[in-house]
């Protein structure tokens, strides 16, 4: 991959965020195929956008190496991981506040805690718009990625001596 494909993230996106909200009334209206082939082709634009950030780490890594003479891998990879693990963190900590939001009542597996409608709806958003949103939100990082490494010229981007 070279730097000229980080807009396909884009391109993944708006397909994942387009099935994710498709979602909401299929779900809702108890549509198990629809629901089905929404999933997916949501798993489907989700294993896109899990590779194409795994390539920008290399090309990133190369670009800079490029730019500055020294191979930085090492620190690129643990600034990707800390920001893979702060995502993790943070995901289900928003899931959380939709659920807190929408009335969402826990209680133990052999007694469970009736739900109000507006906590049927917290699930359904958290479980769709709020993974569409996050996905959306992703794209103006990527889109400055993408203007960034346009303005390093390919012809200057080189294995390190």
């Not at 909401?24 to 108890?30: F, L």
């Not at 195929?33 to 896109?48: D, E, F």
């Not at 709020?130 to 200057?156: G, N």
């Amino acid at each position: 991959m070279t730097l000229e494909h980080s807009p396909s993230r884009p391109l993944t996106a708006a397909p994942f965020a387009a099935a994710a909200l498709a979602l909401i009334p299929v779900v809702g209206s108890a549509g198990v195929a629809g629901t089905l082939v929404l999933t997916g082709l949501i798993g489907v634009c989700y294993a896109a956008l899990q590779l194409l950030p795994l390539s920008l780490l290399p090309e990133t890594v190369h670009a800079d190496a490029a730019r500055t003479g020294h191979a930085q891998s090492g620190a690129f990879t643990g600034l990707w991981t800390a920001g893979e693990t702060a995502g993790m963190a943070v995901g289900p900590g928003l899931f959380a506040l939709v659920l807190a939001a929408s009335a969402f009542a826990s209680g133990p597996f052999d007694a469970p805690a009736a739900q109000p409608g507006s906590a049927l709806t917290g699930l359904l958003l958290g479980f769709t718009a709020l993974p569409a949103a996050l996905m959306l939100l992703s794209l103006p990082l990527v889109i400055a990625y993408h203007r960034l490494a346009r303005a390093v010229s390919p012809k200057e981007i080189h294995e390190p001596a």
